[in-house]
């Protein structure tokens, strides 16, 4: 499992012609009732399956993966412009609470399309400072669910503890 770099958001970019691919983050931000928040990495707001993604500049750091278990998160790192996230995250506490990032392309006509790449997870930490706030994003596996292609050893009984069981 990983997740698209800038880097590599800005290669498909430069390798795509009419359009470009944009971050979304879904943060549902109070369980119950649902309070769900919507946030794309993009200049302006965007409509993606109905709902309006507000601006708001984002970078993305890898995950990674282990054999051993735990699975590390990936970080989310947001601008703390007008210290906005910063009195965000200090007001409302969104751990443990379930977010989805994806990756979608936005057409020059500003139509979004989906399915390039998606992370449904839940946020295990938040840290703020002056210039941004960064929230650890984990792969929600206490629920009796596991990451997609896991192989264990009682299946493929050529597994071993040197090779890695997590294959996507």
């Known amino acids: 499992m990983w997740i698209p770099s800038n880097e590599y958001i800005q290669k498909l970019n430069a390798n ?12 549902v931000e109070d369980p119950g009732p649902p309070t769900i928040r919507y946030f794309a990495d993009n200049p302006e707001p965007i409509i993606y399956n109905g709902q309006t993604y507000q601006p708001m500049w984002m970078a993305w750091g890898n995950i990674k993966v282990s054999q051993a278990m735990p699975i590390d998160g ?6 703390n412009l007008g210290n906005v996230a910063a009195n965000y995250v200090k007001t409302i506490d969104i751990s443990e ?19 390039h790449w998606e992370l449904f997870g839940e946020v295990i930490s938040v840290q ?25 050893a009682s299946e493929f009984h ?5 090779i890695p069981k997590i294959l996507t």
């Not at 795509?16 to 943060?27: A, D, I, Q, S, Y």
């Not at 990936?74 to 601008?79: D, L, R």
């Not at 703020?128 to 192989?151: E, H, R, Y």
């Open 97 to 115: 609470n379930a977010v989805t990032l994806e990756l979608v392309h936005m057409s020059l006509l500003g139509q979004t399309t989906g399915g």
């Open 74 to 79: 990936c970080t989310v790192s947001v601008s």
């Open 158 to 162: 050529g597994l071993n503890s040197e």
């Open 128 to 152: 703020a400072d002056d210039s941004m706030a960064v929230i650890t994003v984990g792969l929600q596996l206490g629920k009796n669910v596991l990451p997609n292609k896991v192989f264990l």
């Open 16 to 27: 795509t012609e009419g359009g470009r691919f944009v971050k979304l983050v879904t943060l």
